[in-house]
């Protein structure tokens, strides 16, 4: 082998290791996860818009008018206006994107519904706007810049939110940012990255490397599910962002976390 190729080698090994310490967080924390099925999938009355490894959820709000739970890591939304395009709405029928949270991967297109409500709770509207960076270990040495999305609509915790004729009620459920929000609609709790759902049907908190605090988040969660059976709601299906939904017992999964 010549000086050159042995060169070659050397530096292919070693980006391929830099490639395995750099992914490995991601294989880590996406392992035993539930797959995102992209779709009407199992959850009835919700379509599930799989944009590579996020998801984003469309809800029908009647009046051929939609309401989008997130907007995707993609500025130009094309795989998100070609699902709503492909279910029949123009981008001037979405009527609200309701936010999960701030971090890029789930706000990017939200600029593109220029008739809709942008939604998040008080607390996320720094992080979703780009005033602030978000506190998790991945994000510790970034630096906050404007992110091209505004928010328009302050929800608060308790809140139901009515697009044509779809109810959606808004809960706090700090920790894996500030402002994470989780919305109950058509009996399907959408909690963005706060939870996942794993291969067995179990819930899952927060995921530590991109989290501001884990045992807040978990906590979060168990009160939530306290606070959903006291109060009666039904809650048929959990929707987390980066994986596929948990069906049927959500509540006595969270209250497990
Ligand atoms: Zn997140």
Known sequence: MSRARRWIARVSIALVAVMGLLAAPF????????????????????????LGFVSAFVLDAGGGRAVLVDAGADRAGVALLAALRAAG?????????????????????????????IVALEQERAL???AVTARSPM?????????????????????VL????????????RGHTEGSAAYLARDVLFVGDAASATTDN?????????????????????????????????VRAMAPAHS??????????????
């Open 244 to 257: 596929g939904p948990l069906m049927g017992a959500v509540l006595e999964a969270l209250a497990a976390l």
């Open 128 to 130: 979703v706007e780009g």
């Open 27 to 50: 294989v880590a924390a996406s392992w035993g996860l539930a797959p995102i099925a992209d779709g009407q999938g199992p959850l009835a009355g919700v379509r599930t818009v799989k």
């Open 89 to 117: 709405y123009g981008p001037d029928a979405v009527l609200a994107v309701l936010l999960t949270h701030g971090h890029g991967d789930h706000i990017a297109a939200a600029p593109l519904f220029r008739s809709a409500e």
């Open 139 to 159: 994000a510790r040495f970034s630096r906050a810049k404007p992110t091209g999305v505004r928010v328009t609509r302050l929800a608060r915790d308790g809140e």
């Open 162 to 173: 009515r697009y044509g004729s779809l109810e959606v009620r808004v809960f706090a459920i």
């Open 202 to 234: 179990r819930a899952r908190g927060p995921i530590w490397m991109f989290s501001e605090d884990t045992d807040v988040g978990a906590a979060s969660l168990r009160t939530l599910a306290g606070r959903l059976r006291r109060e009666g709601h039904s």
